[in-house]
């Protein structure tokens, strides 16, 4: 597994929704960061729907983290079943305005979804 894999071209994407469908487990913490989680087991489903002046992006995330109890110190199975939207705003300047609003620039080549759904997955725990 790499980083690559998770990044979507929306330049070449027509305007409509397209669905993404990944995947991953312990390989991918390894690529977008241990700090707060080292292992899991996720399936995601990824709609972006492109239209003239943003693409909205429907995250669906189902799996279980593999955790370790603070108190007993044994590990469990933490299940989670995310439903987000972020909205990919064409504007001047690539920035953050809010968890569901990120403006891109009209000639940025892809998005990294990747990291999306590891965040989305961090911000739950």
Do not use: W
Not at 66 to 73: F, G, P
């Amino acid at each position: 597994m790499r980083a690559a894999d998770f990044k979507v071209n929306i330049i070449g994407l027509s305007q409509k929704a397209h669905p993404f469908d990944y995947s991953f487990g312990d390989d991918f913490f390894g690529i977008y960061g241990t700090s707060l989680l080292e292992s899991g087991q996720f399936k995601a489903q990824v709609t972006l729907d492109k239209r003239e002046t943003l693409i909205e992006g429907d995250f669906h995330i189902q799996g279980a983290a593999h955790l370790v109890c603070d108190r007993s110190l044994e590990p469990f199975d933490f299940p989670m079943d995310i439903r987000r939207k972020i909205l990919f705003k064409y504007g001047e300047e690539e920035k953050e305005l809010s968890e569901e609003i990120v403006l891109i620039t009209r000639d940025q080549a892809s998005l990294d979804l990747g990291q999306y759904l590891y965040e989305l997955i961090t911000v739950n725990l």
